[in-house]
């Protein structure tokens, strides 16, 4: 197969690398990713109003590699769309180095990359590695080489797009796959600082972040209690946000004019 990866890490990420090398061997690898970090991009694009500067990267048995100073989501958007000259049967966002669980996928750009995938009509993958400082990149990459015939090989592979979540642990003591729904939202807030420059201007940071709170519930078959349980966990996304067991709710306040 003729492969895309990206990530929102920036091209000299371990995870990238590690993935790269693990797909190069049996398929055709290019790579389109930020030059620098751009984690928490989300789906941002900014292909449409600026021109974004790519950079040529030598890799050993990658077919072509571009380093771009773009968001991930413009990093794929450039590569299905002319960067490179042929068509690609996947993309495959990651390995991010953390979780993208639950309300995690709202700001990941690990995510967005791959959703602009799936938004171009290629079959796409996001693949992270939990954990604060994760290390076992080598077991995330084996996963998705086991995943994959059965994604590509899925007729409906682009009405989702698939979200993979590995336990930083060694393969041979993984539990197994799960196919899991989103689990309880976290809760991200967090203290802020505030500096006062003047009378009418502030500066505000947020210096030490920690993990957001997760809700002691958990959803039945929810993804950060597989995780936690030492389950890769299986999302199928899609873009439609819309809450449609809620529309009864809304419906009561519509009015004619």
Not at 85 to 98: E, H, K, Q, W
Not at 217 to 240: C, I, K, Q
Request: proline content about 5%; charged content about 20%.
């Amino acid at each position: 197969m003729k492969i895309l990866i990206s990530n929102d890490d920036g091209i000299e990420a371990a995870g990238l690398q590690i993935l790269a090398a693990a797909l190069k061997d049996e398929h055709e690898v290019y790579i389109a990713a930020p030059s620098s970090q751009r984690s928490a991009y989300s789906h941002s694009v900014t292909y449409f109003h600026t021109p974004n500067k790519a950079y040529r990267k030598e890799m050993a048995g990658i077919a072509e590699a571009w380093a771009i100073d773009g968001t991930p989501a413009d990093c794929v958007y450039y590569g299905l769309c002319g960067l490179f000259d042929t068509d690609f049967d996947l993309v495959v966002s990651g390995i991010n180095n953390g979780r993208n669980l639950s309300s995690d996928c709202i700001y990941s750009g690990t995510v967005g990359a791959a959703s602009e995938g799936t938004l171009c009509h290629v079959p796409s993958a996001a693949v992270s590695l939990c954990g604060r400082n994760p290390v076992h990149y080598e077991c995330a990459a084996s996963v998705l080489k086991q995943i994959l015939p059965k994604f590509v090989s899925d007729p409906r592979n682009l009405d989702y797009t698939l979200n993979i979540n590995v336990p930083d642990l060694p393969f041979e003591e993984l539990k197994g796959f799960r196919a899991c729904v989103f689990d309880t939202p976290l809760d991200y807030r967090r203290p802020i600082t505030r500096e006062t420059v003047d009378e009418n201007t502030l500066v505000l940071s947020m210096d030490t972040p920690t993990a957001a709170a997760q809700d002691p519930r958990h959803a039945e078959n929810g993804d950060s209690f597989a995780v936690a349980e030492g389950y890769v966990s299986l999302t199928p996304l899609w873009h439609d946000t819309v809450r449609h067991d809620c529309m009864e709710n809304v419906r009561k306040m519509e009015m004619a004019f």
